[in-house]
């Protein structure tokens, strides 16, 4: 996950909205950009072990989110379960293709 300079994570892990040209700039757009990046969240209180913690806010650096980091990481967590899960399934069906044209006697095909 890290790029290698832990102080400026990439720009797609940057609490910025994609239309941020739109907004202008200075405290008024900063608020404007916050507030917009908010309605998509929901508040919690979850407790993470004190290691994980630090290592986020490693890789946010001094000027960075690491709770955006912690979002990014879980969201690209779910994205790798999904494909997994339709891989699995492509297999299961390529598995059964397989052994149904697989004459008979023949030993099954070993699960994955």
Do not use: C
Request: aromatic share 4%; no cysteine.
């Amino acid at each position: 996950m890290s790029s290698g300079n832990e102080s400026n994570p990439p720009e797609e892990y940057r609490e910025v909205p994609e239309d941020r040209e739109t907004l202008g700039r200075g405290p008024d757009a900063l608020r404007k950009r916050l507030q917009q990046a908010a309605k998509r969240k929901q508040q919690l209180t979850i407790r993470l072990d004190a290691d994980i913690v630090e290592r986020f806010k490693q890789l946010a650096g001094p000027d960075g989110s690491y709770q955006t980091l912690i979002n990014r990481a879980l969201h690209e967590w779910l994205e790798a379960q999904s494909v997994g899960g339709l891989l699995r399934t492509e297999l299961e069906e390529l598995r059964a293709l397989v052994q149904a044209l697989k004459p008979e006697g023949d030993s099954p095909v070993p699960p994955a």
